[in-house]
Nanobody, 116 residues
Framework: VQLLESGGGLVQAGGSLRLSCVASGRISSIKNMGWYRQTPGKQRELVAGFATDGSTNYVDSVKGRFTISRDGAKNTLYLEMNNLKPEDTAIYYC???????????WGQGTQVTVSS
């Protein structure tokens, strides 16, 4: 499975961005997908994700501002980010988990920078 993110950039506080992640390869082996983010010196954290039953979950700090969605026809995962805050600044990674091995696939990451 290969994951390719896009959509990051520099935005002012209060602005919006939409991240995209296109999956290719053995897509049928994916059981769930999500978005993580990481800042220097900190562990990578789950921002938003889909569970195997299709339900979504979000870290508390982005609830009401971020929305995860997917388009099966395009094999694409999205993260709509509104009312961005400087603390949202991070590298955002797309993640997919293999249903047979629980192996985690990662994209290369896309930088999101929110200026105050």
């Amino acid at each position: 499975v290969q994951l390719l993110e896009s959509g990051g950039g520099l935005v002012q506080a209060g602005g919006s961005l939409r991240l995209s992640c296109v999956a290719s390869g053995r897509i049928s082996s994916i059981k769930n997908m999500g978005w993580y983010r990481q800042t220097p010196g900190k562990q990578r954290e789950l921002v938003a994700g889909f569970a195997t039953d299709g339900s979504t979950n979000y870290v508390d700090s982005v609830k009401g501002r971020f929305t995860i969605s997917r388009d099966g026809a395009k094999n694409t995962l999205y993260l709509e980010m509104n009312n961005l805050k400087p603390e949202d600044t991070a590298i955002y990674y797309c993640n997919a988990v293999d249903m047979f091995s629980d192996y985690n696939y990662w994209g290369q990451g896309t930088q999101v920078t929110v200026s105050s």
